[in-house]
């Protein structure tokens, strides 16, 4: 046991130093992080400089807002398609649905720049190159296979005796996806938009191929650090955060192991 707390210590601060490290640059003062020989590693002279800098010029809230409307609605679509794709597949024999959701996962593993350039020419003929819409759509490419594969496990966890009792007392499909299997599968239906959403949140290939000139935050915060403004960058890089946060924290009660793996309790 001892050494089970050990081991979480140490992957907390694993995950927890560089928020800290990021939270110094952002709110010290220059001269003790990036123009100190030695930065300090405590909050010595806290200033909201930085971040007063980065929101000044307004160059952030359009990306900032870009980026929230592409996260919503990727899962959104996500859901909206592996909803019906996990249904259907958790109702195949096992032999036959399994060979699917591994070819699904393996279109994942191809580089983004390979599927997002040839996609990239066809949405400038279908009039979405620089769209929320065009973006949202090519990064629901990566997002699907997975949240597919989380609701065809989260679906086969349902006892189907509850479906069939429902069939008995005339349900017709749509009554009984609504009425009993959409409630019972919410948690993993909450897990899929979760994880599709923060994956669309970070995401920087297709955004940058797609959407180039008026693109999303993790693109202008990248622009912006490797044109020197670091500070700002990094200030806003911290509120960044928050978003992603505050819905893992709304959302963390469905954030379990067994809903993760497709699984609820039936």
Known sequence: MKWAYIGAIFVGVYFLLP????FLLAFNTPQYTILARYPSFAPISLTLANLASSLQGSSFIDPLVKSL????LVGIITVILAIPAGYGLSRLPRGV????LVLLLVTNMMPAIVIGIPIAVE???LHLFETVEGL???QTLI???LATFILQGTFSSIPVDLENQARIDGAGLLRRLFSVLLPLAAPGIAAAFLISWMFSWDEFTYAILLIPFHS???VTIYSDVTRGNLLAGVAFSLVFTLPVIALTLALQKYLRGEYLAGGIKG
């Open 97 to 100: 649905a399994y060979p699917i």
């Open 19 to 22: 928020l800290y490290i990021l």
């Open 123 to 125: 949405f400038i003929k």
């Open 69 to 72: 409307e592409t996260a919503t």
């Open 216 to 218: 999303t935050l993790p």
């Open 136 to 138: 949202s759509l090519a």
């Open 143 to 145: 997002t699907l296979p």
